[in-house]
């Protein structure tokens, strides 16, 4: 029987090293999987992980990479504050849409003017108030009426969905669009657009604002007050409380947080990568962000590591797709078994794997 | 040293690609294929995927055929048209209407290769864009409809609210109002284009309301299965023929055939013929197939179905033609005036008679 | 207006049946103290296995049968990645929904085009000749009535047993029932079956008899909205199965509004359902979810 110790000191060599040997779990599996339904096990493995990054077409592909995982890290990087404190929002997919509609609205609104300096700034500004908006209604509600932020958050994500796919058709439209649905493409307005800063690298605002939420992440995790404040009610919500934390507060700044970024990565997605409001918007991220925080193990640096790979299978993935024919569905059921191999080796971590012969429950 | 040379090599591609080179030299011609659904949907992407198929089939060996299912349109649609260009396609098929910035944006790093956009209404210098008109099939639906109903109530399952639905809704209703002056409809939007238990429920609210005759714009065969158990319904294929529900209650259907058209584009690609067009085509150019009328239909009502198919197909008749009012009783077309393609392209209005808003 | 409120709820009901099913199933996962949100990757994969089983033996009975496992078989995943190897919940559910739809597309590539058996219906003698009630609740198939009983059975061993008890007990405070001497992981372990077990079940009702066909993403959502219903029942599951048929309800009503040609703006209907739940949440004072949901529990200290 299977039987775990707790260990006193996660393990350093484990906490790099299972990550590590969850990949090449399952690069194993992927290619069995890929050699039964008869495709070439090592040219897919090699088509998903290693040509993305290395291979004849890289300088077309090292900046989507960089751009499919700007998102994914700047709303897990938000979500890693709560989840170590033990507040669950899992509703980023709505504050993700609902910030993109807010920024796009005020793109809109102001269409055909040319004045970047002030519409870009403002739309950030509604990006961020829209997310963070849709966060406080969890969080307000389970401050003032213990509601579980969890099923709340979750609600608000099927809310914000409905609202997308009406305000493509209906008040988001664009009335040139000859009757079809979805609103003007932002991309083609000068004052709203948030194309790459550098041509050819993939970078734009979204990924600067990622890379820089990444930094203020690691400071405040390792020397701010708020950081020792989430980590202590993480740990022991009855010494958070001895030690004058304000659990409310702490409610309301994760929520917020959270919530910001997440609306933000919205607003840069719409704007520059996606372009419009479309039905179809909203494409999972704010799920796949938090096992995303998940697979970074909460740190920040894990967090930039797991996004950017998330980011690997799903280009390298599209890649097999074309190149090889492999159908969209054994790709997916490839990264079902990445995530899963990637969260189980967490166990190694914290805890001494011991085989025993007791019976164990 | 391995390292280097591919990155040399990359950067080589890289330049090929802003002047525009070939960026392998190949003999054989490569037509690629952007879906939105799986190959299997049953539906729209389906036919898509049997038509090129059958392209592949009409060319043999002479031609090297790549495709990518489920692509979401977004900037996952741009990538992966991307990837297509960068393997060496020299013709690609996008095949949703969301795909056309996406289209629109890689064409114009790739000059070299050919684009094809279905639905859509941006061109360039190589992107063409090609549609069906699939409303001439609804005309005989509508005709059929008017003809079968016992109790004057015709529901149809609208997908989203775009001109080519919008087109279908007024065609079918123009042509039952025409044989049965009594004939009401009842449309449900269901905002998808596949969706199995929406189509079911709607099938049977609809059958509920008194509908006995369904007409569908989407894509599943979950309405024909809804009128199977209600026993008295009749229905039609939509993309697919979906003959396995006839002769009840599928009484006809229309089928998208696009492997001609699919057939004659890679054909002008490899004779360096191809040039950017504007192709709405119909039942006359075989794009819009129209199933086999069932022996449910009485003899009178399929003769006359099939003389307005004939008619659309030899151009001799147009759905679209006056005299017809708009739904708020002004005036759309005079007498014998027959409507023009921008206007159908982009009608967003009903006719007179229909009940209901175009949700919006 | 010409809706027939007869017709319309035996529609109800019928539309209702598989996440009522999905539901109940979570309900007592819930209740053992375990978040699943790959309810829809279980569906999914019910659905499939469904119809797989229903075409190749031409049995609608095993049909389900093949269901109830496969969507067991998933969730026994999920119970040995959660209960054994530790892995936070919420992150594993949502991978589990990935990995089912994936997997379901993928084994369900040859049936795209083919038909099934059909379900037959069992209208109960005596029962559905009553006017009205009848027409509504005693004419369907097995597996509505099926889903209610499950709904009892559930309720009465939740109330009433001993198992019942312990359950609630381990899903309320694990430290507690583990101390007591509870066998918290194998509680767990065989609720996450029966959760499974409920929401292949629930999956198969989409893809035997609501539509029938298979289709990538036949489901398309039904899991998520299963997950509402437990919030919106408090836990409860008397109150599930007026959840289930709210939400159903709510659709099909939407669907008929249109048919009758109300200018109702019914896509903003459609989220009606969710905010309702988000007002159960906050008002009703018995809504509080089980103590230790979500948590991981490891037993050594």
């Not at chain 1, 958070?240 to 947080?257: K, R």
Request: hydrophobic share 50%; aromatic share 10%.
């Amino acid at each position: 029987m299977l039987r775990l110790e707790r260990r006193r000191q996660p393990s350093n060599l484990w906490r790099w090293g299972a990550p590590m040997a969850a990949v090449v779990l399952t690069m194993v599996l992927g290619a069995l999987l890929f050699w039964m339904i008869g495709r070439d096990p090592f040219l897919a493995i090699k088509t998903i992980f290693w040509d993305p990054v290395f291979g004849e077409f890289a300088f077309y592909y090292r900046p989507e990479l960089i751009k499919k995982a700007a998102p994914l890290i700047m709303i897990a990087i938000g979500l890693s504050f709560g989840f170590r404190a033990g507040i669950w929002n899992i509703g980023a997919e709505g504050q993700y849409i609902i910030g993109a509609i807010c920024g796009a609205s005020v793109a809109l609104a102001f269409y055909p003017m040319a004045a970047r300096w002030m519409i870009f700034p403002l739309m950030i500004m509604a990006g961020i108030l829209g997310g963070v908006v849709w966060a406080m209604i969890p969080a307000l509600l389970r401050v003032y009426f213990k509601t579980n932020e969890i099923l709340v958050s979750l609600m608000l994500v099927y809310v914000a969905e409905v609202l997308v796919k009406a305000f493509a058709v209906g008040l988001l439209r664009n009335p040139e669009g000859r009757g079809f649905p979805g609103s003007r493409n932002l991309t083609q307005y000068p004052s709203a657009a948030n194309l790459e800063l550098f041509a050819g690298t993939g970078i734009h605002w979204g990924v600067i604002t990622a890379v820089l939420s990444v930094g203020l992440a690691y400071v405040v995790i390792t020397r701010h007050r708020f950081g020792f404040d989430v980590q202590l009610a993480g740990q022991s919500p009855r010494a958070a409380a001895f030690a004058g934390v304000n659990t409310n507060w702490l409610v309301i700044g994760c929520m917020g947080l959270s919530g910001g970024l997440s609306g933000l990565a919205g607003l840069f997605e719409v704007a520059g990568p996606s372009g419009q409001i479309l039905g179809s918007f909203p494409a999972f991220y704010g799920f796949t962000a938090i096992i995303v925080a998940f697979l970074g193990r909460l740190h920040p640096v894990g967090i930039l590591l797991a996004g950017l790979l998330m980011a690997l299978t799903y280009i390298g993935g599209d890649a097999a797709q074309s190149a090889m024919n492999l159908p969209s569905a054994a790709i997916k059921v490839f990264q079902g078994m990445l995530l899963f191999s990637l969260l189980s080796v967490d166990v190694l971590t914290n805890y001494r794997v011991r085989f025993t012969w007791a019976k164990g429950d | 040293m391995k390292r280097r040379t591919l990155l040399a090599s990359g950067a080589s591609a890289a330049l090929a690609a802003a002047i525009g080179a070939p960026l392998r030299a190949q003999a054989k011609t490569k037509v690629g294929f952007i879906y939105v659904g799986p190959i299997n949907d049953g539906g729209w992407t389906q036919h898509h995927h049997e038509s090129a198929k059958q392209m592949v089939e009409h060319f043999g060996g002479a031609i090297d055929f790549v495709y990518q299912e489920s692509v979401p349109e977004g900037p996952d649609a741009e990538r992966a048209i991307t990837q297509m260009c960068l393997g060496g396609a020299n013709l690609i098929f996008t095949t949703s209407f969301g795909y056309m910035d996406a289209t629109i944006n890689v064409a114009s790093k790739f000059p070299n290769v050919k684009f094809e956009h279905a639905t859509g209404y941006k061109m360039a210098d190589n992107v063409g864009v090609y549609s069906a008109r699939f409303y001439e099939g609804r005309a005989i639906q509508g005709t059929l409809a008017g003809r079968m109903t016992k109790t004057n109530k015709v529901g149809y399952i609208a997908s989203v609210p775009i001109p080519e639905v919008v087109r279908g809704i007024n065609a079918a209703f123009l042509h039952a109002r025409k044989v049965n002056p009594n004939v009401e409809f009842k449309i449900i939007w269901i905002f998808e284009w596949l969706n199995p238990a929406k189509e079911a429920d709607a099938a049977k609210a609809l059958i509920e309301q008194g509908c006995d005759v369904v007409l569908q714009h989407t894509d599943s065969t979950a309405p024909q299965a809804a009128a199977k158990e209600a026993g008295n319904v009749y229905t039609f294929g939509q993309a697919a023929d979906m003959a396995e529900y006839g002769p009840m209650p599928r009484i006809s259907s229309i089928i998208d055939n696009w492997a001609p058209y699919y057939i004659a584009r890679a054909q002008q690609v490899i004779d360096g013929s191809w040039t950017p067009a504007f192709t709405w085509d119909g039942i006359g150019a075989g794009m819009v197939g129209i199933g086999e009328i069932s022996d449910v239909v009485p003899a009178e009502f399929k003769a006359e179905a099939e003389a307005m198919r004939d008619a659309i197909a030899a151009g001799s008749y147009h759905p679209f033609t006056g005299p017809i009012k708009k739904q708020d009783g002004s005036d759309w077309l005079a007498a014998g005036e027959i409507a023009d393609d921008m206007t159908l392209g982009g009608l967003n209005f009903y006719v007179e008679g229909i009940e209901g808003d175009i949700p919006s | 207006m010409d809706i027939n409120p007869v017709l319309l709820l035996a529609a109800v009901i019928v539309a209702s049946t598989p996440i009522l099913l999905a539901a109940i199933g979570e309900l007592v996962v819930e209740r053992a103290g375990v978040l699943n949100l790959g309810v829809e990757g279980m569906m999914i994969t019910g659905a499939v296995c469904g119809y797989i089983a229903a075409h190749e033996t031409s049995s609608a009975t095993l049909g389900f049968a093949g269901a109830a496992l496969g969507g067991a078989g998933v969730a026994a995943l999920f119970a040995f990645l959660t209960l054994v190897l530790l892995t936070n919940q919420v992150a594993t559910g949502l991978a589990l929904t990935l990995f089912g739809l994936g997997l379901a597309a993928m084994v369900g590539q040859g049936y795209a085009t083919t038909t099934v058996v059909s379900v037959p219906k069992l209208p109960i003698p005596g029962l559905s000749d009553i006017p009205g009630l009848g027409r509504i609740f005693f004419t369907h198939d097995a597996i509505v009535y099926l889903s209610i009983v499950l709904v009892l059975a559930v309720w009465g061993f939740l109330r009433f047993s001993r198992n019942g008890l312990i359950l609630r007990a381990i899903g309320e405070n694990h430290e507690a029932a583990h101390a007591l001497g509870y066998h918290v992981r194998r509680v767990r372990f065989f609720a996450l079956l029966f959760g499974g077990a409920c929401a292949g079940l629930g999956g198969a009702y989409i893809s035997l008899v609501r539509v029938p066909q298979w289709v990538d993403n036949i489901t398309s959502g039904a899991g998520w909205i299963a997950l509402a219903i437990v919030a919106f029942a408090s836990w409860k599951p008397g109150r599930l199965v007026t959840g289930a048929y709210l939400f159903g309800g709510v659709t099909a009503l939407q669907l008929n509004i249109q048919a009758t040609g109300l200018a109702i703006p019914v896509e903003y209907l459609s989220m009606s359902p969710y905010i309702a739940t988000i007002l159960v949440l906050v008002l009703l004072s018995g809504g509080r979810a089980p103590g230790s949901l979500g948590k991981t529990f490891h037993a050594s200290r």
